[in-house]
C-alpha cells in the first residue's frame, strides 16, 4: 500500500479512490454488513496510513453510490440504497399479485405479523424502547381516537404500526415496510369496518401495546401484536367472503 507521505503529488490525489474502492468492495462482498457503522475517519486513516481528508474523500465517493449514509457527528452507516431499488420493484410485483388474487392479501398480513412481531424485540433491547417517532404516532392515535375522526384515525393506526418498524433499527425491514405501506394502510381501512369495535376500543388496545413495549414486557408485547394482527387477517378474510359473495350475486 502507497503511504499518503510516500506517495507523490499526483497519487496522493488518488489515494482516497483507493480507500472508497477497498471499503466498496468489504460492503458488497457483505464483510460489512448493512447498518453497521464504519469506523471513525481517523480510525480509518490510520487503516489505510492516510489522510483524514482521503478518508473524507472517499466517504463522499461513497455515499454518492447510495452505500453509506452521513450524518453530522456521527460514524457513516453502510446503507446499501441499490438493495433498497431491489426492493422497490419486489414490492411493485408483490402489489401485481394482490391486485389479481385479493386472497394474496391475507398473506401479506402473515408478512406483516413476521416483521411487527420481530420489531418487538429489537425496540425492547434499545436502552429507550419508544423512540419520538412512536409517541408522537401514539399522541396522533389518541387524539383523533378523542375526536372521533374514524377515516384519520385508520390512517394514524398504520402510521403507528410503521413507527414500530422504523424505529427497530433495521434498515432493510424498514424499506421492506415501506414499500407495503400503502397495502398496508388500505387493509387496516378495510378490516376496521369489519367488527363492531369503537375508537376508544380500538385506540386502547394500541395503548395497551405502547404501554408494553415501554415496560419492556416482551413476551406480552409479541403476544399483544401477534393477536392484533391475527383478529385484522380474520376480518380481512371476512370483508374478501363479503366482496366475492356480491359479485356472484351480482
Given amino acids: 500500500m502507497v503511504t499518503e507521505n510516500a506517495a507523490r503529488p499526483a497519487d496522493r490525489e488518488r489515494l482516497h479512490l483507493s480507500v472508497a474502492e477497498d471499503l466498496e468492495n468489504r460492503i458488497l462482498s457483505g464483510n460489512l454488513p448493512i447498518g453497521d ?88 433491547a434499545r436502552d429507550n424502547p419508544i423512540t419520538p417517532e412512536i409517541d408522537a404516532a401514539m399522541t396522533n392515535l389518541r387524539n383523533t381516537a378523542n375526536a372521533g375522526e374514524f377515516g384519520k384515525f385508520t390512517d394514524c393506526d398504520a402510521a403507528f404500526h410503521r413507527a414500530l418498524v422504523q424505529s427497530a433499527g433495521n434498515d432493510v425491514m424498514a424499506v421492506l415496510y415501506n414499500n407495503l405501506y400503502g397495502l398496508i394502510t388500505d387493509v387496516i381501512r378495510v378490516t376496521s369496518r369489519v367488527p363492531i369495535k369503537s375508537l376508544d376500543i380500538a385506540c386502547a388496545e394500541h395503548e395497551h401495546l405502547y404501554d408494553l413495549i415501554k415496560n419492556r414486557d416482551e413476551a406480552a408485547a409479541k403476544q399483544a401484536i401477534a393477536a392484533h394482527i391475527n383478529n385484522s387477517s380474520t376480518y380481512l378474510q371476512v370483508a374478501i367472503a363479503k366482496a366475492q359473495n356480491k359479485d356472484t350475486q351480482e
Fill in 37 to 124: 457503522r464504519l469506523p471513525s475517519e481517523s480510525a480509518i486513516a490510520r487503516d489505510f496510513n492516510v489522510s483524514t481528508r482521503s478518508v473524507r474523500e472517499a466517504m463522499q465517493i461513497l455515499e454518492t453510490k447510495g452505500l453509506v449514509r452521513r450524518k453530522h457527528g456521527e460514524r457513516a452507516m453502510i446503507v446499501r440504497d441499490d438493495v433498497a431499488e431491489f426492493l422497490g420493484t419486489l414490492a411493485t410485483t408483490v402489489r401485481q399479485l394482490f391486485s389479481s388474487n385479493p386472497d394474496y392479501l391475507v398473506q401479506l398480513m402473515d408478512v406483516r405479523r413476521m416483521i411487527e412481531v420481530e420489531v418487538i424485540g429489537a425496540l425492547v
